[in-house]
């Protein structure tokens, strides 16, 4: 399946050779990248992708880091999120209302329970799994637009016949549970 331009070059730039130690070369090698975007949507898209991508390896460095006190790489990686942080506010991204990733498998394993449901009552679930993918694929919108988006695309589903009302509660669920980590 074709990812969009955007989620390639954000791929491929994760897959350059780069040290957080070199701080920065990243971000100036980063922002090269960003910058050259048209819009301020694909700017969103690239900034979280890659964004995301350093916060895991980020976390998992400090499993592994044995210099606690004075780490180099800990540090290159303070800088690249502090960096990133900025841009988020930038483009309009309220500061904490990013998604973190244990949040967004959440909400993805939400999607998953409404699919084998609806595979369990022999429904139909092509257009249900597009249409949650097209959900998972702009969780870079923040929490709060991110559900601003999910209660109009729900409403859509349930107006071309692609959910039934009867999983409002799945979906109420869903709302909540990003409410109570947005705020």
Partial sequence: ??????????????????????????????????????????????????????????????????????CPTDYGYMEIIYHFNHLKVELGIIENDDFSSNEKQNIVEQFENIIQAYEAMGKEVEELKAELKDLKNHFYLGKDRWRQFFRGKFGEMLSKGIVEKSIEGSINIIIDTVKQIGN
């Fill in 1 to 70: 399946q074709m990812k969009s331009l955007v989620e390639e070059k954000a791929k491929r730039f994760l897959n350059l050779p780069h040290s957080p130690n070199d701080y920065k070369r990243f971000i100036e090698k980063f922002d090269s990248e960003f910058y050259s975007f048209h819009t301020a949507q694909d700017q969103l898209i690239y900034l979280s992708t890659i964004s995301d991508k350093i916060q895991i390896d980020s976390e998992k460095h400090k499993q592994v880091c044995r210099n606690k006190i004075n």
